[in-house]
């Protein structure tokens, strides 16, 4: 899957969860609790497995499977309001993360955008949070603002028509399945970012390279 060398992008979409910022473990640990909370025994692994790369809202038929209650407007909100209140409090950059947001927005003369299936609130924080705003500006595209989330490919669509670049001239950094499904159905090229393990979770998908550190990303671009 590795690539000799690296071509030139007109445009960089990353995800934000588990590419910018290492937050899947602290949002799940509160989706777990609360689905704890009411009546779910879900384990950790059985959460990260269902929900991972996907939006809450979208699960809400299991949900309430599983719960036997349903899934209201207020749930979400107190589920919002906990798990922004951890991130603030543990939110981490990925580690090398920023050296390849800033090779990015040099490679690509500023044209880098953040596409995310999160709610856009939620981006925006972490993304503030790390001190990558200055490189994002109100680049910023969520999922749940478009007419599907991803797997479907409507939120790297708009950030490409934004930035007034084909897609097919884009660079997708995406880090699960879902999102690199969205990459590939808008058109792009997609790199999956692999912290552990073999690059597996992508095994059935044809993205473009698999790398397991965030330096290489940036030393990718630097080329």
């Given at each position: 899957?590795?690539?000799p060398h690296s071509p030139?992008?007109d445009?960089v979409?990353?995800d934000?969860?588990?590419v ?17 909370e009411?009546?779910?025994p879900?384990s950790?692994?059985?959460?990260l497995?269902?929900f991972?790369?996907?939006a809450?809202r979208?699960?809400?038929?299991l949900?309430?499977?599983r719960?036997?209650?349903?899934l ?9 309001a906990?798990r ?5 409090a ?9 050296d390849?947001?800033a090779?990015?927005?040099q490679?690509?003369?500023g044209?880098i955008a953040c596409a ?7 981006v925006?924080?972490q ?6 705003a ?5 680049r910023i595209?969520?999922?749940?603002d478009q007419?599907r989330?991803?797997p479907a490919?409507?939120?790297y669509?708009a950030?490409a028509?934004?930035l007034?670049?084909?897609p097919a ?5 995406e880090?699960?399945?879902?999102g690199?499904?969205?990459?590939l159905?808008a058109?792009?090229t997609v790199?999956?970012y692999c912290a552990q393990g073999?690059?597996?979770a992508?095994?059935s998908?044809?993205?473009?390279r ?5 330096d290489?990303?940036a030393?990718?671009?630097?080329r």
């Amino acid at each position: 899957m590795s690539q000799p060398h690296s071509p030139v992008f007109d445009a960089v979409l990353f995800d934000c969860d588990g590419v910018l910022v290492d937050s899947e473990p602290i949002t799940n640990g509160v989706l777990r609790d609360m689905l704890n909370e009411s009546g779910w025994p879900i384990s950790t692994e059985e959460c990260l497995a269902i929900f991972i790369g996907k939006a809450v809202r979208d699960e809400r038929a299991l949900i309430e499977e599983r719960t036997g209650q349903p899934l209201t407007e207020d749930w979400m909100q107190r589920f919002y309001a906990r798990r922004n209140a951890r991130l603030l409090a543990e939110v981490q950059m990925v580690a090398g993360a920023l050296d390849s947001v800033a090779a990015a927005h040099q490679h690509t003369a500023g044209r880098i955008a953040c596409a995310s299936g999160a709610d856009r609130p939620k981006v925006v924080m972490q993304i503030a949070h790390v001190g990558m705003a200055p490189y994002f500006g109100e680049r910023i595209f969520s999922g749940h603002d478009q007419p599907r989330s991803k797997p479907a490919p409507d939120v790297y669509l708009a950030a490409a028509a934004h930035l007034g670049v084909d897609p097919a001239r884009c660079l997708v950094v995406e880090d699960t399945p879902t999102g690199a499904q969205a990459g590939l159905a808008a058109g792009a090229t997609v790199w999956g970012y692999c912290a552990q393990g073999h690059g597996r979770a992508f095994a059935s998908l044809p993205v473009h390279r698999v790398f397991h550190h965030m330096d290489e990303l940036a030393a990718a671009l630097n080329r």
